[in-house]
């Protein structure tokens, strides 16, 4: 091989494993969600949905507003025990900072959700969709559990 069609070669060897890279970087996530899940509630149109979120990235992570199809309003909500009496408040954002991990509990943090369209079967799951600052959206499906779970 002459030295004339090594050096296109490497060049376009090089270009390639810098667009490789750069797709593996561009498809990181910003945000990771786990363990998503929702009490069933038989009977009622209100329900509240649990989940775990993990920054993993080097910037803060702002969620705006949460989506689902199964309810005509969802939105993140906060209980705090306040002078010994529970109260609820809602969370107009939710910065989760880099490195962090954030976990929404009974008793906590928790998304509410409205004006349920439809029940939902033990085992199951439905979607919910996290709309980020940036308009990047992360969808996931949220398992629903017996009422009794914790």
Known sequence: MSHRTVFPRALLYAVLM????????????????????????????????????????????TIV????????????????????????????QLVISPGQTVKFEPGGLH???MGLTQPVAVGK???LVLLLADG???????????LSAQ
């Open 18 to 61: 810098a667009l490789v890279a750069f797709s593996v970087v561009a498809q990181a996530p910003a945000l990771i969600v786990l363990d998503a899940w929702t009490r069933q509630v038989p009977g009622s149109d209100v329900a509240a949905a649990y989940l775990t979120l993990r920054n993993p990235t080097t910037r803060p992570v």
């Open 65 to 92: 507003s949460i989506e689902s199809p199964l309810a005509e309003h969802a939105m993140i909500h906060e209980t705090k025990t306040v002078g010994g009496q529970s109260q609820m408040r809602p969370h107009e």
């Open 111 to 113: 998304v509410m959700l």
């Open 125 to 127: 799951s439905f979607p």
């Open 136 to 146: 990047t959206k992360v969808q996931v499906a949220a398992v629903v559990r017996p």
